[in-house]
């Protein structure tokens, strides 16, 4: 079973841009199709984009469509998420989560995701 990672978090002005990573454990990373998921406090998780294993698939939440792109390195067993135009409604712990099941199935749904990492808290300040 892959192990997951997240770094890249921090503190950005309103307008700025943060590049999250999440590192895989395992020799089989790229039969994982993956996804960032984000929650503030006191709100539900929210899905923000996933990718499919071979990263020809990508999806994306309305509100961070434009503004955010995921992308996948299987060589490195890496996956990341570009945050650009960062508003302050983006502030929250962002989580990377791992599945098996594709993703025309599973979609933005965090249930169908069994493997997540510890998460890494962006803060946006207005």
């Known amino acids: 079973q892959v192990q997951l990672v997240e770094s890249g978090g921090g503190l950005v002005q309103a307008g700025g841009s943060l590049r999250l990573s999440c590192a895989a454990s395992?020799?089989?990373?790229?039969?994982?199709?993956m996804g960032w998921f984000r929650q503030a406090p006191g709100k539900a998780r929210e899905f923000v984009a996933a990718?499919?294993?071979?990263?020809?698939?990508?999806m994306y939440a309305d509100s961070v469509k434009g503004r955010f792109t995921i992308s996948r390195d299987n060589a490195e067993n890496m996956v990341h998420l570009q945050m650009n135009s960062l508003k302050f409604e983006d502030t929250a712990g962002y989580y990377c989560?791992?599945?098996?099941?594709?993703?025309?199935?599973?979609?933005?749904?965090?249930?169908?995701?069994?493997?997540w990492g510890p998460g890494t808290q962006v803060t946006v300040s207005s």
């Open positions: 989560a791992a599945t098996v099941v594709p993703l025309f199935i599973v979609g933005s749904n965090w249930r169908r995701y069994d493997t």
């Open positions: 395992g020799r089989t990373f790229s039969s994982y199709h």
């Open positions: 990718i499919s294993g071979s990263g020809d698939r990508t």
